[in-house]
């Protein structure tokens, strides 16, 4: 049987969900990564202020979920971004894999190099692509006509949390990357990841280009909506219908399938979920007409999104 061609899209949490998911089905999917390049905030931030690198996290997580030989939680996310360096100067509050990417950026001349040294490093099983080269900011419109700039600021909000977001665009004008264009025009799927809705999902997919792409390929479009929000994060969507909703004014075609997890927390996961700053997004799929839904339970016991059995259920969906 021929693998199906798979573009996971979106941030540096929710598409290390999706990419090991897939990973686990490696015979089965071709597995490719679009990764949003607008983070402003932390280590990537300041990397971003004193040398104008390209920001390393999130393609980082993108590229470690990706390792075919190593354990992502146990070895290689605390090797390369968990650890955060302390009393050795101006490498404090770095880590490991974004000071390599930025070095190699710098020593090449070309950031993408360094992601694909990295790629062999951790013996990759796909690639992973910026969604631009081009240096942008995210700039959020609110529902009051306040104007807020860069991901940090909209991420983690200092507005009244009852105001919510509206549009959000980029600061400066930005291109697709070449080949994340070719990836999502090859693709059977392109799987929009859980994570932030705006700061990460819909930031991927703000360059010139996306909308033109989408419409030239063939592939399904697919949004794994995971069930929470931040209750700290941008001011968001909190139904499952609005996710869906808002995602689409951002493309110029409907979503095909969501996959939400419909999972009701148990005691201990609920204590998760409250230790973790997390929302519970509301189920409707009743209101949902033009897009199929999947109700699943992909829930770790111990709370959070659990990739294997979302693996299971790329299986019985994406084949």
Known sequence: MKKKSVVVIGGGNGSSITIRALKDNKDVFDISAIISMTDSGGSSGRLRTELDALPPGDILRAVLSMSEFYDYENVLRPLFHRIRFEGVGKLDGHNLGNLFLTLSAEY?????????????????????????TDRADLAAELENGEKIFTEAAIDRPKYDRSIKIK??????????????????????????????????????????????????????????AGNKYELDGETGPTRMCDCLWTLEEYLPKKIDKMIFNAHELTGKQKEYYAKKRWGVLDYNPELVRKTTVVGENFERETGGLDPEVLGKIFLRELV
């Open 108 to 132: 090449s001349g070309d950031f993408i190099l360094g992601v694909r040294a990295l790629e062999q490093a951790v013996g990759a099983v796909g690639k992973v692509f910026p969604s631009t």
């Open 167 to 224: 549009k959000l665009s980029l600061t400066a004008p930005a291109k697709i990357y070449p080949e994340a264009a070719k990836a999502i025009e090859e693709a059977d799927y392109v799987i929009f990841s859980a994570g932030s809705l705006y700061c990460s999902v819909i930031a991927t997919v703000l360059p010139e280009g996306f909308s033109e792409v989408f419409v030239n390929s063939k592939a399904k479009l697919v949004f794994v």
